[in-house]
């Protein structure tokens, strides 16, 4: 049975919902998205530019230094910020034991595709550039900042950088054509996404002749060949529990190590809700369980 406080990530979805189908309805602003998250305890929060980027380093008390999370936050490529996420990834640092950078990637409309890869991808050399090893960090984020803890990667790859130890991506966006049955079987259930809304997103992000079937676009085209291991969470009631279902089973295909959790009743990006709801912690716990032998702890 769904906890009462995960139920505050579904009206937010039912909200923004109306928000975007009803001009008279209030507009909520990201600062109410952020509000979904308790504040933790021992964190400190250090605002730099990596690699040209607004990014803020997370730095958890008695957290080890040089392991790193870089993060990469959601909200459809048109929203989100170092601001709404910032509380979200020091629940999950501090649960690792480790520092998070999280960054302020380019957004749609004013940039399209591949900016955002390509502003994931130069954080991840900043970080290079600053002495810590490849094998000590791993990325992480959430729906589309999910699907960029894949693509990034591969960016990464075609410029010749090591890749990193693992990615945690959670209900991560990872199909631009929208084509998975989830759709459909969670139409009732989901709030707020569906197919016709989800391809809008694409359709800005990927401007006018993008390609929904780009790699860098759409992880599941991509060869996903020799990248370290990924941890997938998605909730079971969400329309884009397909996504993360595709590439696990992609993954998989490619010979690389994936676990893939799925949490039943939870909504989009549930984890928001971390320091409030048990579902949510549960999850955060299990991130920081999972990466810290990835990462040499």
């Not at 501090?94 to 955002?116: C, E, F, M, N």
């Not at 991506?169 to 139409?187: L, R, V």
């Not at 006018?208 to 085209?221: N, V």
């Amino acid at each position: 049975m769904t906890s009462e406080q995960s139920e505050a990530v579904k009206r937010h979805w039912a909200a923004a919902r109306l928000a975007m189908t009803r001009p008279d309805a209030e507009q909520p602003d990201d600062e109410s998205w952020g509000d979904l998250t308790a504040e933790p305890r021992g964190v400190d929060y250090v605002e730099v530019e990596a690699g040209g980027l607004p990014a803020m380093w997370l730095a958890p008390k008695r957290s080890v230094q040089d392991r790193v999370l870089l993060c990469l936050h959601g909200g459809g490529f048109v929203r989100g910020s170092i601001y709404t996420h910032r509380k979200l990834f020091g629940h999950l640092a501090k649960a690792a034991g480790v520092r998070a950078l999280i960054i302020d990637y380019r957004l749609v409309p004013s940039h399209t595709h591949p900016a955002q890869v390509d502003d994931a991808t130069d954080a991840y050399r900043w970080l290079l550039d600053q002495g810590i090893d490849p094998a000590q960090i791993a990325f992480t984020g959430d729906s589309s900042g999910g699907g960029l803890s894949i693509t990034a990667q591969l960016r990464a790859r075609e410029r010749g950088l090591p890749l990193p130890a693992a990615a945690m991506p959670f209900s991560p966006w990872t199909d631009m054509e929208a084509a998975g049955e989830s759709y459909e079987t969670n139409q009732e259930r989901d709030p707020f996404f569906d197919r016709e809304t989800v391809r809008m997103l694409a359709a800005s992000f990927l401007g006018e002749d993008g390609d929904p079937r780009d790699p860098l676009a759409s992880p599941l085209h991509a060869d996903l060949a020799g990248l370290g291991p990924i941890y997938i969470q998605v909730g079971g009631d969400e329309a884009l529990l397909d996504d993360a279902r595709m590439l696990d089973e992609h993954a998989r295909k490619a010979g690389v190590d994936v676990r893939l959790d799925v949490f039943p009743g939870m909504q989009h990006t549930f984890q928001m809700a971390a320091g409030r709801a048990p579902e949510a912690n549960d999850a955060i716990r299990r991130m920081a369980e999972w990466v810290r032998p990835q990462l040499g702890l």
